[in-house]
């Protein structure tokens, strides 16, 4: 059988099923073999007929024997028709009840031999016991292939329309009928002791005698190995295919030797750690390089990545090219314009900024230097994608916060230069195991130390009676001439969600701390009243600022030493983290208060735990990852990679180092899978990326 045949012209399925199919990503064979079960429910202990009970919850139990009698029993109010069988076995009979389902009475016929599982019932007037609505399995003499019962039966993602008994008649059916080609090597096999592909997908769908359903649920059997160790493999080839293709891609090879790094240093009113220093080298080395550079450069809130770009953009100007910053806020963009301006006007080099809020005289303006090449470094928001905004002469792109760009966005700016290098940053560490997946095909910079002096925020999570001690710990810093955040996950008071609206509970602050002035932010206000309120608190003219997570990043006022977060269980970590990150930095002693109301769900609880245990950015991700799982962690939906369908990051990170190990030395061997022995897999890895590969080196 073809693999790649359309799954219409499959037996049992046809135009209608096919459109079901179809709805659940099953296009062709291949589609329907990898579409792996999500659970499976243990069948396989048949019980006398005698032995079986009521009382066993919501566990269904099976039973196997020879039906007695059938009717249609048509209920007197309702006038809904029941189909009844009896069964029997040597212990005893009980009947089994399907609602609504009258057209089995010709399917089901007496004297077949049948296994039913279902939940047990008692009728109404307790008289005896029931199954209601069993899955069956009508059994010949001598047949031993059951399917839906009397054994570890697998339970798929459905959709209306199509039953757990037809995909598993469906894809039962194909396995009779294929040949599973193999593509990875037999001496890779035996090295990590994995079974071959046909039988992997034979016992993944149907699982042999022999394995526990508890190992089945949690992917520790040799075919869920066996599957995740190929889904890698043919993950980490596609991006190491994609990495040897960039590596040999004329770029630009800038002189990273100039005058300017050394003026630079010599202004900035702090030195360089040594994390920085080693990260501004390693990425020196990349631009010398006359290929694009595309690095990911990971660090914790505050430990310094702005100057690192600058340092990095300062190269390209020096060489005669422009560069670009791309934020994902205005208020971000506005203050990396602010900090970076007051040493580029030190420097001589003219810069700019671009968002969506300038106002048309201003943008016109703008979109001229950056076109003339009069504005030397671009800082901007989405705005910079815009299809009018055309760059002279761009040489390198930063991209912060990059998980809030999709993937087409980031590509988008790469596009306005001809291949520019790109510095990617981001605040919120990436697990490995999960960078290895989703960034696979990038170097990586880590910056590991915070600057000196930087001391971390004393984090509590606050609830009933201990939430006023919040208001007390913000007073005190207030009369210590310090100031405070207040943040809301809404603007406004809402009728359908129980949360405290920022627009309120700013008023209700104000009468709080009337010797205090309070200030409101968030994100419906113009750019212009963002600009105007950032600087009336940056200013220390307003004490408390009450916003949304507007402030989530890149916003720097030292002299802040409180962060209060409302409703921190309707956060997600990373962003928790984040806010916390807003604090803390002027040296001195700083708070993060977590304040809930009302009952919180297990995961939210973890969440708030693990704020409190740790200020580690790293250790932060490794917890969400762990909370949300690899498919939820951000980015991963958006990364320009293909979906993991078997394979889990968190489960399987040991197969995930192996299969990268042995996907690189492949590639590295043999860049464009040429050879005879490597055509096959070069052929599954294409299909399976489809047109990802072109956009894995933005990702």
Known sequence: MDLYK???????????????????????????????PFRYEDRSNIKPISEISQYCGDLHQTVQGEILSTRVVITPRQKKKIFEVAIGDSSGHITAKWFNQAFLKDVLKKGSMVVLNGQVKADHYGYGLYIEGPEFEIISPGDNALIHTGRIVPIYHVTSGLSQKVMRNIIRGVLDTCSIPEIISTDMLDKYRLPVLGEAINAIHFPPEGNSVDDLNSGETRAHKRLSFEEF????????????????????????????????????????????????????????????????????????????????????????????????????????????????????????????GARSRDKVAVL??????????????????????????????????????????????????????????????????????????????????LPPGRMPAVTRWLYGESRRDAYYIMQEELNKGR???????????????????????????????????????????????????????????????????????GVDVPNATVMVIEHAERFGLSQLHQLRGRVGRGGGKSYCLLLTEGNITE????????????????????????????????????????????????????????????????????????????????NVTERRWKDKLKLATVS
Not at 19 to 28: E, H, P, Q, S, Y
Not at 422 to 436: F, K, N, Q, Y
Not at 616 to 631: V, Y
């Open 483 to 553: 100031q405070a955040y207040v943040v809301y996950p809404l603007v406004e008071e809402s009728e359908k969600v129980d949360l405290k609206g920022a627009t309120e509970m700013a008023e209700r602050l104000q009468k709080s701390f009337q010797r205090h002035n309070v200030g409101l932010l968030h994100g419906r206000m113009s750019f212009a009243e963002k600009e105007k309120i950032m600087e009336r608190f940056k200013k220390n003219e307003t004490h408390v600022l009450v916003s949304t997570t507007v402030v989530e990043v």
């Open 233 to 356: 493999f043919l993950l980490e080839i596609g991006l190491a295919m994609k990495k040897m293709s960039t590596d040999k891609e004329r770029g630009i090879a800038f002189n990273a030797n100039g005058v300017l790094l050394d003026k630079l240093s010599s202004i900035l009113p702090y030195k360089l750690t040594p994390s920085q220093q080693r990260v501004i080298n390693e990425i020196k080395a990349d631009m010398a390089d006359p290929h694009p550079m595309n690095r990911l450069l990971q660090g914790d809130v505050g430990c310094g990545k702005t100057a690192v770009a600058l340092s990095a953009m300062l190269i390209a100007v020096e060489n005669g090219y422009q560069a670009a910053l791309m934020a994902p806020t205005e208020v971000l963009a506005e203050q990396h314009y602010r900090n970076i301006k007051r040493y580029l006007d030190q420097l001589g080099i003219s810069s700019c900024i671009l968002t969506s």
């Open 603 to 682: 995961e939210g609880r973890c969440r708030l735990n693990a704020m409190e245990r740790t200020n580690n950015g790293f250790r932060i991700a490794e917890e969400d990852l762990s909370i949300r799982g690899p498919g939820e962690f951000f980015g991963t939906r958006q990364s320009g990679i293909p979906e993991l369908k078997v394979a889990n990051i968190l489960r399987d990170a040991k197969i995930l180092e192996a299969a990268r190990k042995e996907a690189f030395e492949l590639v590295m061997k043999d860049p464009v899978m040429e050879r005879a022995e490597n055509r096959a897999l070069r």
């Open 6 to 36: 359309d799954i219409q012209y499959i037996k049992g399925v046809g135009p209608a099923r096919a459109k079901l199919l179809n709805r659940l990503g099953i296009f062709t064979v291949e589609d329907l073999l990898y579409y792996i």
């Open 368 to 449: 001229s230097d950056i076109a003339s090449g009069g504005a030397g470094i671009v800082i901007g928001t989405h705005a910079l994608l815009e299809e009018g905004v055309r760059f002279n002469r761009l040489g390198f792109t930063v991209i912060d916060e990059q998980h809030k760009f999709g993937v087409l966005q980031r590509a988008a700016l790469k596009e306005k230069g001809y291949n520019p290098d790109v510095l990617i940053m981001t605040a919120t560490p990436i697990p490995r195991t999960l960078s290895l997946t989703v960034y696979g095909d990038l170097n990586l910079s880590i910056i590991d130390e």
